[in-house]
């Protein structure tokens, strides 16, 4: 058995009157991220960790927010996109573990259905799916709400 963990990490400023996307999840808030895509910082650190996992780059790399035709996607899109290269490599995912901080708002009223996002659109089982939030007790780019971040984890098999 082959065995493959990958790390993510991504950070989006905030910006009032911006949609708040994580884990495929729009989330009520006055604030969204500002980015080329959609924002989806969650899911562009689960891009990442998978992507890391096989050795292929990052999401930069994949998708340059210098094209076009990334502006203002649906980051489950580019998620679908990854999981094809993971598949093609012959791997498939065991598990995820994804942590998102910022101050506001708590996001625990929205986990299950980020969980239940991101198994869907990977195919796997929603036990299989780890998704926390954090603050930063105010300290930070994210304690005083100018940001987000977040990491995620990967590990991949292929029997």
């Given at each position: 058995?082959?065995?493959?963990?990958?790390?993510?990490?991504?950070?989006?400023a905030l910006a009032e009157?911006?949609?708040?996307?994580l884990c495929g999840?729009?989330?009520?808030?006055?604030?969204?991220?500002?980015a080329h895509s959609d924002?989806?910082?969650?899911?562009h650190a689960l891009c990442d960790?998978?992507?890391?996992a096989l050795a292929l780059g990052d999401i930069g790399k994949l998708f340059p927010d210098t094209d076009p035709k990334y502006k203002g996607i649906d980051s489950t899109k580019l998620l679908q996109i990854v999981l094809n290269l993971v598949r093609d490599k012959g791997y498939?995912?065991?598990n995820l573990d994804i942590t998102i901080?910022?101050?506001r708002p708590k996001l625990r009223p929205y986990i299950d259905q980020m969980r239940e996002c991101l198994a869907g659109v990977l195919e796997i089982e929603v036990d299989r799916v780890s998704v926390k939030a954090t603050t930063t007790e105010r300290l930070g780019f994210e304690g005083r709400e100018e940001g987000v971040s977040a990491t995620a984890v990967a590990l991949l098999i292929k029997d």
């Open positions: 058995m082959d065995i493959r963990i990958g790390q993510g990490y991504d950070v989006h009157g911006l949609r708040l996307v999840v729009e989330i009520e808030h006055t604030k969204g991220c500002v924002g989806d910082v969650a899911i960790a998978l992507l890391g498939d995912i065991s901080a910022m101050q």
